[in-house]
């Protein structure tokens, strides 16, 4: 079936240390995107890629980066710049956002600063 | 700046209706969405609407006025299931999809 992967579900970061989250999709969709959820609150956008080898930055973008050399991944690195890390992280495709094509959404990963 | 407002939460009797109501104020618009997640999962997509009016989708209908910059997502025939947090979100161009906090809707025996 087709959908969006993301991997690990759960993950511990140390102080000072990056880390990587994995967004995989085989939908074939163009667009990929990264949100950050705080317990309790809506999803804030962190980067968004429409094309390979292209991406942009979203509203809360620092400390964070992010590569698209395949179509089908999307990984979002954490670094230690990021000062407040712990959230949940939902990777996101689709089509075309202002269509009104269903965006879906992976699993999502929770990322805690231990 | 942009915003989009939404009941923090709502409690509603199984078997009732309940409205959720969002107001927003975005440098662009496209539609309107609407979106349900349970606890510790991703959200799902319930409905859009790019056009003033009512969009029906089996128990679940979505409503848009964009002179008033609002919308509303009606839900009948309430079930337990139906507990979770529901967001809307304002497509703001071909690119960005802005999402309100969320109404955590609690749906009671």
């Known amino acids: 079936d087709g959908g969006i992967t993301q991997s690990p579900k759960y993950l511990f970061r140390k102080e000072g240390q990056n880390v990587t989250l994995s967004c995989e999709q085989n939908?074939?969709?163009?667009?990929m995107y990264w949100y950050r959820q705080d317990p309790g609150q809506g999803l804030r956008l962190i980067y968004y890629?429409?094309?390979?080898?292209?991406?942009q930055k979203g509203d809360i973008a620092e400390g964070y980066s992010v590569s698209r050399e395949k179509k089908e991944s999307f990984p979002l690195t954490v670094t230690s710049a990021q000062k407040n890390p712990t959230a949940f992280y939902l990777c996101?495709?689709?089509?075309?956002?202002?269509?009104?094509?269903?965006?879906?959404f992976g699993e999502g990963s929770w990322l805690t600063v231990v | 700046g942009q915003s989009l407002e939404q009941p923090s939460e709502v409690t509603a009797v199984e078997g009732a209706i309940v409205q959720i109501n969002c107001t927003y104020q975005?440098?662009?618009?496209?539609?309107l969405s609407w979106y349900q997640q349970h606890d510790g999962g991703a959200p799902t997509f319930l409905s859009y609407?790019?056009?003033?009016g009512l969009e029906e989708t089996g128990r679940f209908s979505s409503f848009l006025s964009r002179s008033d910059s609002y919308g509303y997502l009606l839900l009948q025939e309430l079930q337990m299931k139906d507990s979770a947090s529901y967001f809307c979100?304002?497509?703001?161009?071909?690119?960005?999809?802005?999402f309100g906090t969320g109404t955590r809707l609690t749906v009671i025996p």
């Open positions: 609407n790019a056009l003033d």
């Open positions: 979100a304002v497509a703001t161009g071909a690119n960005n999809l802005f």
């Open positions: 975005t440098s662009g618009f496209y539609g």
């Open positions: 996101a495709s689709i089509v075309d956002i202002s269509s009104g094509n269903t965006i879906y």
């Open positions: 939908l074939n969709h163009d667009a």
């Open positions: 890629s429409q094309i390979v080898n292209d991406f």
